[in-house]
């Protein structure tokens, strides 16, 4: 029984493609080519879920976390764009200058 080899998609991160690789190298000496939807790990022994929790790393050291998030789908790790952006809080009691009153 052969394992299909390990995936990361990066989705709309296609500048990040080589810095991920080379996180996942020096980090955790994974070796990885880089293809036109991602990574590609070679030879590694790494399950899916630990290559997520690298991934989430490699996200949050980034400060991509805001916007992204990483899921797994069989044998690939897929970081993807949050749908929703955020809302505005809105003030509940909205004072202008012309309003304020000043006790003295």
């Known amino acids: 029984m052969s394992k299909s080899p390990v995936r990361v998609d990066v989705n709309d991160l296609d500048d990040e493609k ?3 690789a080379n996180f996942l190298n020096k980090h955790y000496k994974l070796n990885s080519s880089i293809d036109q939807y991602g990574l590609a790990l ?3 022994e ?4 630990e ?3 690298m991934v989430n790393k490699f996200v949050s050291s980034k400060g991509l976390n805001l916007t992204h998030w990483v899921n797994v789908k069989g044998c690939v790790v897929e970081i993807n764009r949050f749908n ?3 809302k ?6 909205p004072q202008t200058a ?7």
């Not at 790494?46 to 879920?49: D, E, I, N, R």
């Not at 012309?98 to 003295?104: F, N, V």
């Open 18 to 20: 080589e810095s991920l």
């Open 42 to 44: 070679k030879g590694a």
């Open 46 to 49: 790494v399950s899916t879920f």
């Open 51 to 53: 290559l997520q929790r």
């Open 84 to 86: 929703k952006a955020k």
């Open 88 to 93: 505005e809080k809105k003030n509940k009691h």
């Open 98 to 104: 012309a309003t304020i009153k000043h006790g003295w």
